[in-house]
């Protein structure tokens, strides 16, 4: 996170990657947020978070994921580029579309629950739209 200071005003500038994660059976991992979270909580989440400095971008992903979930996966590509400003904060960001390949299930403090669902349940359900941005990425490319 790059901290500039502007006439008293601290900006925060940040690189993030979340991961869309399919599972054997076709369907993706998505996350609810716990209320303690900083941006958007108790909302709908993607697994990941930010880059630490000098680190690879598809291993940090890959930290995330174990840290947030328990889980290992194989990164397959990036899908869309992304930015994120509120407040003082500007992040941006790589989705990548990953697959589930062991490990289990269980979740950090930063989540209280998730789920698999069907790509259509994304897209068609009441889901933010910054995550249905995602979703329709995913179509575009397999189809």
């Known amino acids: 996170m790059i901290n500039i200071k502007k006439q008293n005003m601290e900006r925060n500038f940040g690189i993030a990657a979340k991961a869309i994660i399919e599972n054997e059976k076709g369907k993706y991992l998505i996350l609810y ?14 697994p990941g978070g930010r880059i630490r400095f000098g680190e690879d971008i598809e291993e940090s992903l890959k930290r995330e994921v ?8 194989q990164i397959i590509k990036p899908l869309r580029v992304w930015s994120f400003v509120k407040g003082h904060l500007h992040l941006v960001g ?5 697959k589930y390949i062991g490990g289990r299930l269980r979740l950090s403090k ?5 789920k698999w669902v069907d790509k259509e349940e994304i897209l068609n359900g009441r889901c933010p739209e910054w995550i249905k941005e995602e979703f329709k990425v995913i179509r575009v490319i397999s189809n």
């Open 110 to 114: 930063e989540h209280t629950s998730c």
């Open 33 to 46: 947020k716990s209320k303690i979270e900083d941006i958007n909580p108790n909302e709908i989440d993607l």
């Open 66 to 73: 174990k840290e947030e979930l328990g889980i290992n996966i």
């Open 94 to 98: 790589i989705t990548f579309l990953a």
